[in-house]
């Protein structure tokens, strides 16, 4: 298939679906406009970096308590691929055991995640169907939410103490229905992208959104 990238990622589909006019995917993964980047973001990947650190006493002082008490003693950044007709999806997961039956994702921000938000992130989702695929296993997801809050110090964030965590195991059929998402949304991404090269622009907000529609409405 013909794709700006020829792989898909969780990050590049949640573009994608953000919006029925696919705007966010078109500006970053054809016109390639550089992802925002805030400082809440700046923040989580610095966590990140200090939960995928084997010691712990490498990591600032800051967030050695916090970092303690959620890491999980799975393998970290743990990539995946998925393999289907015509294009594949990379995925790299915060932690994963090693018999692939629980995979981990870690969250930091302001925002509170609640069961439902999670359930309907896709994430987990994402990482489980790859694991599925590969090893026809099923594995039980967790998230784990650190809650943040400004502050004068850390480029303006720390966190709060506050730390919740969340399940979410997959059916078959949440899998299956998952895979069959990858796969509409690759055929609409490679109609747009297609068109594009074409010579078709779709810089204009207005006029992109009657051209999505017409190639929505071929599919």
Request: net charge negative.
């Amino acid at each position: 298939m013909k794709l700006p990238k020829n792989y898909l990622s969780y990050s590049a589909l949640r573009a994608f679906l953000a919006t029925s006019t696919r705007r966010q995917w078109i500006q970053r993964y054809i016109y390639k406009e550089p992802f925002y980047t805030s400082k809440e973001m700046t923040f989580g990947r610095r966590a990140s970096d200090a939960l995928e650190e084997e010691n712990l006493f490498n990591i600032d002082a800051d967030l050695f308590e916090i970092v303690n008490e959620v890491k999980s003693n799975d393998p970290a950044e743990v990539c995946m691929v998925l393999q289907q007709k015509g294009f594949y999806v990379i995925g790299y997961l915060d932690a994963c055991s090693e018999d692939y039956t629980k995979v981990t994702e870690y969250k930091t921000g302001k925002a509170e995640w609640t069961q439902e938000r999670v359930d309907a992130h896709l994430q987990l989702d994402t990482y489980s169907l790859m694991i599925y695929e590969a090893f026809d296993i099923v594995p039980e997801g967790e998230l784990i939410w650190m809650e943040t809050r400004d502050a004068n110090v850390h480029g303006g964030i720390e966190f709060t103490g506050r730390v919740e965590r969340f399940k979410r195991t997959c059916s078959v059929q949440e899998l299956k229905d998952m895979k069959a998402l990858f796969n509409s949304a690759v055929i609409e991404m490679e109609a747009i992208y297609k068109a594009y090269l074409a010579g078709v622009s779709f810089e204009d907000a207005k006029e992109a959104r009657v051209l999505i529609k017409e190639i929505q409405s071929k599919l």
